[in-house]
């Protein structure tokens, strides 16, 4: 009997070790994307003139990342893409950068993909930032997995650095619960970033989570378009990548 429990004793330690090592592993990679995959644009972004270049930001999507705020009124400076801008020049001020939106207001993905090499690649990103989940959902997720990993490949074939985007939120929809469309397409996305090793901003959950301490309304210019608060916190979250580590 002692033996017998013994044994099963040196069973559980053994995979409590593993389920440790499992979650400590996938912990590291998340920090490793985040703080390293941009290290060849970050150090682009420090050389002075005469030897610098332009670099560009590519922004692809649909009306959030447009600027579309609420009635169709269109605020374009003060959404993500161009605040991500202000803060990479703020902190890199010898850089040259570029912000090229490509993103159509209710365009979808399977739409996105299809003129992806004429009206995207065109414009030699550097970085190129991807951002359908709330449209997506009128395609649901089979289609939308498609046209997302088409868009990935293409770019990553063609030297680009990319960065998925989950959606900013819907009122409509219950941002606490795991089984609403844009829930799903959120971890449609976190899969495909894994799964292709590139970044990710998990606008999403970090909306989800601050909804946990104060209402969304008040970064919200409808049910489904962020406001100037709104697009803040996302730039935010975006400009995590372009800090400098111990590396530079």
Same mark, same amino acid.
């Given at each position: 009997m002692i033996k017998k429990q013994i044994v099963l004793g040196f069973i559980f330690l053994m995979n409590l070790?593993?389920?440790?090592?499992?979650? +400590?592993?996938?912990?590291?990679?998340?920090?490793?994307?985040?703080?390293? =995959?941009?290290?060849? @644009?970050?150090?682009?972004l420090k050389v002075k003139?005469?030897?610098?270049?332009?670099?560009?930001?590519?922004?692809?999507?649909?009306?959030?990342p447009t600027g579309y705020s609420t009635r169709g009124v269109v605020d374009?400076?003060?959404?993500?893409?161009?605040?991500?801008?202000?803060?990479?020049?703020?902190?890199?001020?010898?850089?040259?950068?570029n912000v090229v939106t490509t993103s159509i207001g209710g365009e979808q993905s399977e739409q996105g993909a299809k003129r992806f090499k004429d009206e995207v690649l065109v414009y030699k990103p550097e970085v190129l930032f991807i951002d359908y989940g709330?449209?997506?959902?009128?395609?649901?997720?089979?289609?939308? +997995?498609?046209a997302w990993e088409k868009m990935i490949k293409?770019?990553?074939? =063609?030297?680009?650095? @990319?960065?998925?985007?989950?959606?900013?939120?819907?009122?409509?929809?219950?941002?606490?619960s795991q089984t609403t469309k844009l829930a799903k397409h959120s971890e449609q996305i976190r899969d495909l970033a894994k799964k292709h090793k590139v970044g990710l901003i998990d606008s999403y959950a970090l909306f989800k989570k601050l909804a946990e301490t104060e209402p969304l309304i008040g970064y919200?210019?409808?049910?489904?378009?962020?406001?100037?608060?709104?697009?803040?916190?996302?730039?935010?979250?975006?400009?995590e990548y372009f800090k400098t580590t111990n590396r530079h």
């Open positions: 070790n593993f389920a440790f090592a499992q979650t +400590k592993g996938m912990s590291f990679s998340n920090n490793e994307i985040s703080t390293y =995959y941009l290290d060849s @644009v970050k150090k682009e003139w005469p030897k610098n270049r332009t670099i560009n930001f590519v922004f692809h999507g649909h009306s959030v374009r400076l003060n959404s993500y893409p161009f605040r991500t801008l202000k803060k990479v020049n703020d902190f890199y001020p010898y850089s040259v950068v709330l449209n997506d959902r009128g395609i649901g997720l089979e289609r939308a +997995k498609q293409e770019a990553l074939a =063609y030297g680009t650095k @990319v960065i998925l985007l989950t959606p900013s939120p819907d009122l409509n929809e219950d941002i606490a919200m210019a409808q049910n489904n378009h962020i406001n100037q608060k709104g697009h803040q916190f996302v730039a935010d979250a975006i400009f």
